[in-house]
């Protein structure tokens, strides 16, 4: 086939079917390399299938796989995804296997020199979930999904690619579910749309080879289990990082950050973190502070930590053009910028204007951008937040037709970047950038400050981006279509392996309503990672940016989230033991339940709360539909049976949600930073008869909990009695009262110690 060269040759290229039925595929041209393996991974059966070209003589290098030793607690292997508890051994080895029919009947085949097509068998009932972060609702079948990390910011319903890209694809088929993960960072598209004979495919434009896994038949839960065995998992976050983060592109100066702190304090608004749009540099040049607007920012950060707030800081990848810069001097001496085919320096315009972009993907860049983060930890900033690393150029559409059904020559991938393997073009590896930027700046905090766990929070990722950050979902707008999309496409972040993830509360662009800000906390307060953040030209939305009553809302919504503050943590500690999101579909823990499969407007945050949200404007009341069991109304009141529909009225105040009767859950009262968090008492409360909980703690900033050195009591409540059984001790936490609290009477509990 003719190699196409420009966009017109694209145009052109459309008219060549590359899907569809078995008679319209193009001809296989393979001839390379290719093995199938298998293992048992975290008791699912995995299936390894690798394909390399002719002249590279084996498997290709894996890119989000951690080929790390599970066997025994934490491991402290490069990639660092260590699983936390003994039960959750997931040594494996893969065995070569021949097998006659793959699973789901996948064939897979070279279509031409830079495309690879698979084809998969995709039964009409069946529903589609995972791929990351797709604009769309839970059941992501019926449309074309791109996998491409590429910056919009118009989320309407036709965008396809966004942010992030995490090729495994969740399918559940008859109550079993089954996966597939393509660990390729080219670009991908898969098709799941249902008028090809019951087929799927996915098309990947590279030149390389790739290797693809295939989970089967097994429970959601441990389908998590096993992908983020492969993948990784999260560590904890530091505590503070779960509390509120106040943001706003930008606050301008000095003085302002600190009013809208000192504002929190005064409305006795809780807040943990005052975040730092791009304003905050010099001419947005990365790792330097305005001299003007803020020209004592070591005092201000002080200021803010004596108020106990923390302090988290952008950065972009876009080094700007300045011969007198340090960072791009530096850069440039040792040749660690990205270059194009020619050979030339590769420059692009982002904020601070003509820009070189560091190639994350090397090893010695990686280390040199950890290192520079030392002018955060000097300035005490405690967070970093990762912006435009798709990478993201100012006035530029999407760099590859998303249509292209071939992958353009070197000279027109932008870029070139280097891999383990060599030189390669930047669309070969693009879905990377984003993911080894963030591991950079990981790695960075890890080394600068050892004794803290870093946060960081990145726009762009690929599978296995939960090891070293958090991830927002970029550009949304302050629209309550945005805000029910919000529950789908977190849902599907979190089944992809990512937990700790979050939306805009009160949208990104356009301008917030009073209405919707109430709205949205009430959602927000649910989301793991929970900031309040805004465009430029949007109206404000602080918290009492609009009246009295929706400033009393906002604080009750965050009080509560900050009440539940030692269950979040629980829900953090489950997912670095099994790999399960925090906020979960319910079909996780009702997988018979057929009425709940496809329902996204309500969501599980844990096992013991049902979230069911508000999502439409002027709405007071809405069917909510409860599992199997006993709900409690998260505000009180009577408890409703399951397995049915109900109509519930939330007003602009209540917390929309359920509790399941037979939980027990840690409450911490309310404290306006989790600087307070350790000295707060903590109680109990037990919902129903007979209940169970967990509660565990440890010094929710440090790495010592993967030594043993924390604490974990099973909590039981059973003939009126409440009783809490010793699981681990390895934390000596400073004292603190702790209480039991059943049908509203409150009791103190002694917890046993070592
Ligand atoms: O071109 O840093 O998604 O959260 O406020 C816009 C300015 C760049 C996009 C991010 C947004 C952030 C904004 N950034």
Same mark, same amino acid.
């Given at each position: 086939?003719?190699?196409?060269? *420009?966009?017109?040759?694209?145009?052109?290229?459309?008219?060549?079917?590359?899907?569809?039925?078995?008679?319209?595929?193009?001809?296989?041209?393979?001839?390379?390399?290719?093995?199938?393996?298998?293992?048992?991974?975290?008791?699912?059966?995995?299936?390894?299938?690798?394909?390399?070209?002719? &002249?590279?003589? *084996?498997?290709?290098?894996?890119?989000?796989?951690?080929?790390?030793?599970?066997?025994?607690?934490?491991?402290?292997?490069?990639?660092?995804?260590?699983?936390?508890?003994?039960?959750?051994? %997931?040594?494996?080895?893969?065995?070569?296997?021949?097998?006659?029919?793959?699973?789901?009947?996948?064939?897979?085949?070279?279509?031409?020199?830079?495309?690879?097509?698979?084809?998969?068998?995709?039964?009409?009932?069946?529903?589609?979930?995972?791929?990351?972060?797709?604009?769309?609702?839970?059941?992501?079948?019926?449309?074309?999904?791109?996998?491409?990390?590429?910056?919009?910011?118009?989320?309407?319903?036709?965008? =396809?690619?966004?942010?992030?890209?995490?090729?495994?694809?969740?399918?559940?088929?008859?109550?079993?579910?089954?996966?597939?993960?393509?660990?390729?960072?080219?670009?991908?598209?898969?098709?799941?749309?249902?008028?090809?004979?019951?087929?799927?495919?996915?098309?990947?434009?590279?030149?390389? &080879?790739?290797?693809?896994?295939?989970?089967?038949?097994?429970?959601?839960?441990?389908?998590?289990?096993?992908?983020?065995?492969?993948?990784?998992?999260?560590?904890?976050?530091?505590?503070?990082?779960?509390?509120?983060?106040?943001?706003?592109?930008?606050?301008?100066?000095?003085?302002?950050?600190?009013?809208?702190?000192?504002?929190?304090?005064?409305?006795?608004?809780?807040?943990?973190?005052?975040?730092?749009?791009?304003?905050?540099?010099?001419?947005?040049?990365?790792?330097?502070?305005?001299?003007?607007?803020?020209?004592?920012?070591?005092?201000?950060?002080?200021?803010?930590?004596?108020?106990?707030?923390?302090?988290?800081?952008?950065?972009?990848?876009?080094?700007?053009?300045? %011969?007198?810069?340090?960072?791009?001097?530096?850069?440039?001496?040792?040749?660690?910028?990205?270059?194009?085919?020619?050979?030339?320096?590769?420059?692009?315009?982002?904020?601070?204007?003509?820009?070189?972009?560091? !190639?994350?993907? /090397?090893? @010695?860049?990686?280390?040199?951008?950890?290192?520079?983060?030392?002018?955060?930890?000097?300035?005490?900033?405690?967070?970093?937040?990762?912006?435009?690393?798709?990478?993201?150029?100012?006035?530029?559409?999407?760099?590859?037709?998303?249509?292209?059904?071939?992958?353009?020559?070197?000279?027109?991938?932008?870029?070139?970047?280097?891999?383990?393997?060599?030189?390669?073009?930047?669309?070969?590896?693009?879905?990377?950038?984003?993911?080894?930027? *963030? $591991?950079?700046?990981?790695?960075?905090?890890?080394?600068?400050?050892?004794?803290?766990?870093?946060?960081?929070?990145?726009? %762009?990722?690929?599978?296995?981006?939960?090891?070293?950050?958090?991830?927002?979902?970029?550009?949304?707008? *302050?629209?309550?279509?945005?805000?029910?999309?919000?529950?789908?496409?977190?849902?599907?972040?979190?089944?992809?392996?990512?937990?700790?993830?979050?939306?805009?509360?009160?949208?990104?662009?356009?301008?917030?309503?009073?209405?919707?800000?109430?709205?949205?906390?009430?959602?927000?307060?649910?989301?793991?990672?929970?900031?309040?953040?805004?465009?430029?030209?949007?109206?404000?939305?602080?918290?009492?940016?609009?009246?009295?009553?929706?400033?009393?809302?906002?604080?009750?919504?965050?009080?509560?989230?900050?009440?539940?503050?030692?269950?979040?943590?629980?829900?953090?500690?489950?997912?670095?033991?099994?790999?399960?999101?925090?906020?979960?579909?319910?079909?996780?823990?009702?997988?018979?339940?057929?009425?709940?499969?496809?329902?996204? !407007?309500?969501?599980?945050?844990?096992?013991?709360?049902?979230?069911?949200?508000?999502?439409?404007?002027?709405? /007071?009341?809405?069917?909510?539909?409860?599992?199997?069991?006993?709900?409690?109304?998260?505000?009180?009141?009577?408890?409703?049976?399951?397995?049915?529909?109900?109509?519930?009225?939330?007003?602009?105040?209540?917390?929309?949600?359920?509790?399941? @009767? &037979?939980?027990?859950?840690?409450?911490? @009262?309310?404290?306006?930073?989790?600087?307070?968090?350790?000295?707060?008492?903590?109680?109990?409360?037990?919902?129903?008869?007979?209940?169970?909980?967990?509660?565990?703690?440890?010094?929710?900033?440090?790495?010592?909990?993967?030594?043993?050195?924390?604490?974990?009591?099973?909590?039981?409540?059973?003939?009126?009695?409440?009783?809490? =059984?010793?699981?681990?001790?390895?934390?000596?936490?400073?004292? $603190?009262?702790?209480?039991?609290?059943?049908?509203?009477?409150?009791?103190?509990?002694?917890?046993?110690?070592?």
């Amino acid at each position: 086939m003719k190699q196409l060269e *420009s966009p017109t040759d694209w145009l052109e290229a459309r008219k060549i079917k590359t899907r569809g039925r078995e008679d319209q595929r193009p001809a296989n041209i393979f001839q390379g390399g290719w093995q199938v393996e298998t293992a048992e991974v975290q008791g699912v059966q995995v299936v390894k299938l690798s394909a390399w070209l002719k &002249g590279t003589d *084996s498997a290709p290098q894996s890119y989000a796989v951690v080929e790390a030793d599970f066997g025994d607690g934490a491991s402290d292997s490069e990639n660092g995804s260590a699983v936390l508890s003994a039960d959750a051994n %997931a040594a494996y080895s893969w065995t070569k296997a021949t097998l006659e029919k793959l699973p789901f009947n996948m064939e897979w085949q070279q279509s031409s020199e830079s495309r690879w097509n698979f084809y998969f068998n995709l039964p009409v009932e069946s529903v589609c979930m995972g791929l990351g972060e797709r604009l769309s609702g839970f059941n992501l079948r019926g449309r074309v999904h791109t996998l491409f990390n590429y910056s919009d910011d118009v989320h309407v319903p036709t965008l =396809d690619p966004l942010y992030k890209s995490i090729p495994f694809l969740i399918i559940r088929h008859q109550s079993q579910y089954h996966g597939i993960f393509l660990d390729s960072p080219a670009r991908q598209r898969w098709s799941l749309d249902v008028d090809l004979d019951e087929t799927a495919g996915i098309e990947l434009l590279s030149r390389r &080879g790739w290797t693809m896994y295939m989970f089967s038949n097994t429970s959601l839960p441990d389908l998590l289990a096993s992908y983020t065995a492969l993948t990784g998992r999260s560590k904890l976050p530091p505590t503070w990082a779960l509390g509120h983060h106040q943001s706003r592109w930008s606050y301008p100066d000095e003085k302002t950050v600190l009013e809208v702190a000192q504002e929190f304090r005064a409305r006795k608004i809780p807040c943990d973190a005052i975040v730092l749009d791009i304003d905050y540099m010099d001419e947005y040049r990365v790792f330097t502070l305005s001299p003007d607007r803020f020209a004592n920012f070591k005092d201000m950060v002080s200021r803010l930590q004596d108020n106990k707030f923390r302090v988290v800081a952008i950065v972009d990848p876009g080094v700007k053009k300045d %011969a007198k810069y340090f960072v791009y001097r530096d850069g440039k001496k040792h040749d660690y910028f990205c270059k194009k085919a020619d050979g030339k320096t590769f420059y692009g315009k982002v904020w601070p204007g003509q820009s070189v972009f560091p !190639d994350f993907l /090397r090893e @010695d860049v990686r280390l040199w951008w950890a290192a520079l983060h030392g002018f955060f930890i000097e300035n005490n900033i405690s967070g970093i937040w990762n912006d435009m690393n798709e990478p993201c150029l100012l006035g530029q559409g999407c760099p590859l037709p998303l249509d292209a059904i071939e992958l353009p020559k070197e000279h027109h991938q932008l870029f070139m970047q280097h891999d383990g393997e060599g030189d390669v073009g930047h669309f070969e590896v693009r879905n990377l950038y984003g993911f080894q930027m *963030s $591991r950079s700046t990981y790695e960075g905090l890890r080394a600068l400050r050892p004794d803290e766990r870093p946060f960081v929070l990145t726009r %762009a990722g690929y599978a296995g981006v939960q090891r070293y950050a958090a991830v927002w979902l970029g550009d949304n707008m *302050s629209w309550w279509e945005h805000l029910a999309l919000s529950v789908p496409m977190l849902l599907n972040v979190g089944l992809s392996g990512v937990p700790f993830c979050g939306v805009d509360v009160g949208g990104f662009g356009d301008d917030c309503t009073p209405e919707l800000l109430a709205r949205w906390y009430a959602v927000g307060m649910f989301y793991p990672f929970f900031r309040n953040h805004c465009s430029k030209v949007g109206a404000e939305q602080e918290p009492w940016a609009f009246s009295q009553r929706v400033e009393d809302s906002v604080r009750h919504f965050i009080e509560t989230r900050y009440q539940l503050l030692p269950y979040i943590r629980n829900l953090f500690w489950e997912h670095a033991r099994t790999g399960a999101p925090i906020m979960r579909p319910m079909i996780w823990d009702y997988p018979e339940d057929h009425f709940a499969a496809e329902i996204d !407007d309500q969501f599980l945050f844990g096992r013991d709360i049902l979230v069911t949200p508000i999502l439409k404007r002027g709405q /007071r009341e809405r069917s909510v539909y409860l599992p199997e069991g006993i709900w409690h109304p998260y505000e009180g009141g009577a408890p409703l049976l399951g397995g049915q529909l109900h109509k519930v009225a939330f007003e602009l105040d209540e917390v929309p949600a359920f509790v399941r @009767d &037979g939980a027990i859950i840690p409450f911490v @009262d309310t404290i306006q930073s989790t600087d307070d968090y350790e000295l707060t008492p903590i109680t109990f409360k037990v919902w129903g008869d007979q209940a169970i909980g967990l509660y565990l703690d440890d010094d929710g900033i440090s790495f010592e909990y993967e030594e043993e050195g924390y604490n974990e009591w099973l909590l039981r409540f059973e003939d009126g009695e409440f009783r809490s =059984d010793l699981v681990n001790f390895g934390y000596i936490a400073p004292e $603190r009262d702790y209480f039991y609290e059943h049908n509203g009477k409150k009791q103190r509990v002694v917890l046993q110690r070592g």
